[in-house]
């Protein structure tokens, strides 16, 4: 269903399944079903607060700031991505059943109700799961933790699934560094700005004789 999405045959889900195609109708009814059954029970999964809290407990607080937000960058990432795979596939699934012009049957609406709590559920684990990532260097920051967790989210959310496809995403480790370090390098300025040492001081550097003098 990843793969093919609406598109899918019957027997390719069968043959996924390990079963015939005729268990797949008595347990289902029909593609349509089984199709729908599976995007919703995808969005489940990627919607997990549980999953995302285990996700981001798992990740090393030993490791440089750097290399744990490229961590989270990715699993954010991998996330974002299957909430749009499902979304898409039940989207498409709506048109191609004439359902666009109806209106919601009642379990639609309960469902739309229980993602979005549970949506909702996962945010929270996605700001405690960061915070705790953020925590060990929380005395390096230049902003409050709720400002440093808002900038990750927006970073993951802005570089997935762009609608002009003209410039690729960043890999999770560029735009983790880009956080850290931000993206004006002032180094080369502060050299520039540095005193020079005096002339005729221990440790003074001499000046380079010009080439016409002896």
Do not use: C, Y
Not at 40 to 61: Q, W
């Amino acid at each position: 269903m990843g793969e093919r999405g609406v598109d899918v045959t019957s027997r390719e889900l069968a043959e996924a399944a390990g079963v015939a195609e005729g268990t797949l109708f008595r347990a289902f009814g029909d593609k349509h079903t089984l199709i729908g059954a599976v995007a919703v029970e995808g969005l489940h999964r990627a919607s997990g607060p549980e999953e995302t809290r285990a996700e981001l407990a798992a990740i090393d607080l030993g490791l440089p700031l750097e290399e744990r937000l490229a961590q989270v960058i990715g699993l954010g990432r991998r996330r974002m991505a299957d909430v749009v795979r499902w979304m898409g596939v039940l989207r498409l699934l709506h048109h191609r059943t004439g359902a666009r012009d109806e209106a919601a049957p009642e379990h639609v609406l309960k469902f739309r109700v229980e993602l979005a709590e549970q949506r909702e559920r996962q945010r929270a684990a996605t700001v405690e799961g960061l915070t705790a990532v953020l925590t060990p260097d929380a005395h390096r920051l230049r902003v409050p933790v709720d400002v440093a967790v808002a900038l990750l989210e927006a970073s993951i959310a802005g570089t997935h699934g762009r609608v002009d496809r003209l410039v690729p995403a960043p890999p999770p480790e560029v735009v983790a560094d880009a956080l850290v370090h931000g993206i004006v390098d002032d180094r080369e300025k502060e050299r520039d700005h540095e005193p020079s040492a005096p002339e005729n001081l221990p440790g003074a550097t001499p000046p380079t004789p010009h080439h016409q003098e002896p």
